[in-house]
């Protein structure tokens, strides 16, 4: 619990800096009242709603982080799919695994499910748009593996399958 406590107190100094640079930035420019308002109330909105889940999700944050911990020491690939915005997040945080995030050290195995246009184009015609994800997990899961679904709404069928067929695999 009190690295918990201490992983909140760090996330929190970080977002308030952020708050803080973001406010200087938008002070250098010619002021429209109006739209001056609109985005501090827009920023202010995030920064509140950043705090209050910060709260309720560190200890879920925590576990997610230990599991994909254990996954990549064990020699797993930690898979991610999503639509949309979800898809680039996806992609971007298997980049961030494969490359580097905040230090040096080796490759994390992770992979999009995103990205490879003929594989997607491929089940969505032979299948359906729904399959494109589970499919994959299908034939690239191994058990041991992790696989991470974005989905905004948390209904989106082609997440939700995908993650029925990581379940099944293990």
């Avoid at 100094?13 to 973001?22: H, I």
């Avoid at 299908?138 to 209904?155: F, K, P, Q």
């Amino acid at each position: 619990q009190l690295a918990a406590d201490r992983a909140r107190a760090r996330w929190f100094d970080q977002d308030r800096g952020l708050f803080q640079k973001t406010a200087r930035f938008l002070n250098r420019f010619p002021r429209d009242p109006v739209m001056n308002e609109i985005v501090v109330n827009a920023i202010h909105e995030h920064v509140a709603l950043a705090q209050r889940l910060g709260m309720e999700l560190a200890d879920q944050v925590l576990t997610l982080g230990r599991l994909l911990i254990d996954c990549a020491k064990q020699g797993g690939t930690i898979f991610w799919c999503g639509n949309g915005g979800s898809a680039a997040d996806s992609q971007h945080l298997a980049a961030e695994l494969i490359g580097r995030f905040q230090r040096e050290r080796r490759a994390i195995a992770s992979m999009a499910l995103t990205t490879d246009t003929s594989i997607l184009t491929a089940i969505g015609n032979d299948y359906s748009f729904r399959e494109i994800f589970s499919r994959q997990v299908e034939g690239m899961a191994r058990h041991g593996d992790v696989l991470v679904g974005l989905s905004t709404s948390g209904n989106s069928e082609n997440v939700l399958l995908a993650v029925r067929k990581a379940r099944e695999k293990g």
